[in-house]
């Protein structure tokens, strides 16, 4: 088994683990979505349309309140003028009985004097009339007013209060349902992302790099080596000429390629050195981002490598041409 195919499992059958994941977070994203649009319908229905409703219905009772309390005070207010206007006729009857009574007394002639008594009587009598409406007058006033502040005003304040607290009562109950909501689409939606992280934490990558493999996977045979191709005018064979000019030629080149392969060779180690530091600079961003990113020293070992590879090919060919003049003409 090549080293990319870790252990198949056969009943992913729909995909990949990355598929199945992103599936499910399709699927969780979709049911959250309606889940928070009948929020948003439950919102109006069992929230904003009940405080609606109940702040118009209280306003109308705390406004019929009011125009009651006002109504009592106009009634109050009523009986006092009732009192002043009584007031002020006894008042004015009383100087009328005391201006008779000087006019008797200045009176000489006896027709006249009898005139007066006749009207000092009457005035009189007025004055007791109105001495009397006066005084039910006061007592309708007094009698009001006590009633008024002692059980139309409690009472009044016992309706008011009796609203404010019918009112809490009424928000507290749309208060909870608007939490309850609230609650149920908290608890809905830890749900979906709980299936989401599980099916996030599923992926595997090596499972879905096999899935690939299988997937896709066509016969193959490594490329033959290209064979010597002898001059359509002199037929020849693949081994090297190695008479004493070829030798020379071949010695001179032998060294050039040693010099080469030496170079590449402290190159490819210099290069190794600085992977290693990399790896180990990785290490150390990974277990402290503050530190530096791991992600671009990850592309920074990536590029030492492809770097590395090409050295390594280099070093190879090199490598293929000195066995070649070391087995022909020795080294």
Not at 87 to 99: F, G, I, L, Q, R
Not at 203 to 232: C, G, L, Y
């Amino acid at each position: 088994m090549s080293p990319i195919e870790p252990d198949f499992d056969s009943g992913i059958v729909d995909g990949t683990t990355t598929s199945r994941a992103w599936g499910t977070i399709l699927s969780d994203t979709e049911a959250m979505s309606k889940d928070r649009h009948q929020f948003s319908e439950a919102l109006i229905s069992k929230v904003y349309d009940p405080l609606k409703v109940l702040a118009t219905k209280k306003d109308d009772a705390r406004k019929k309140h009011i125009q009651f309390a006002q109504k009592l005070v106009s009634e109050r207010d009523k009986s006092a003028q009732e009192r002043d206007k009584a007031k002020s006729k006894y008042d004015a009857s009383c100087e009328e009985v005391e201006s008779s009574k000087q006019k008797q007394e200045r009176a000489y002639d006896e027709k006249n004097q009898e005139k007066l008594k006749r009207s000092y009587y009457q005035d009189i009598l007025d004055m007791n009339n109105n001495k009397n409406s006066y005084v039910l007058a006061l007592q309708v006033l007094n009698t009001h007013r006590k009633k008024y502040y002692e059980e139309d005003l409690p009472e009044l304040s016992n309706h008011m209060q009796d609203l404010d607290e019918s009112r809490i009562e009424a928000l507290k109950e749309i208060w909870e349902s608007y939490i309850g909501l609230e609650t149920k689409l908290t608890a809905e939606a830890q749900s979906h992302l709980e299936s989401m992280v599980n099916g996030v934490h599923a992926i595997d990558a090596s499972v879905d790099s096999a899935v690939f493999v299988r997937t896709n996977k066509v016969p193959w045979t490594t490329p033959a080596d290209h064979p010597f191709e002898s001059s359509p005018t002199f037929n020849d064979t693949e081994e090297l000429v190695v008479d004493d000019n070829a030798r020379v030629f071949l010695s001179n080149k032998l060294m050039k390629l040693r010099r080469k392969q030496a170079q590449i060779t402290v190159d490819i180690n210099n290069r190794l050195k600085d992977m290693e530091g990399l790896v180990n600079l990785k290490e150390a961003y990974t277990s402290n981002s503050s530190l530096g990113d791991a992600e671009e020293v990850s592309e920074n070992i990536i590029e030492t490598g492809r770097s590395i590879t090409l050295l390594q090919t280099m070093a190879a060919l090199y490598d293929s041409e000195i066995n070649t003049i070391v087995q022909a003409v020795g080294g």
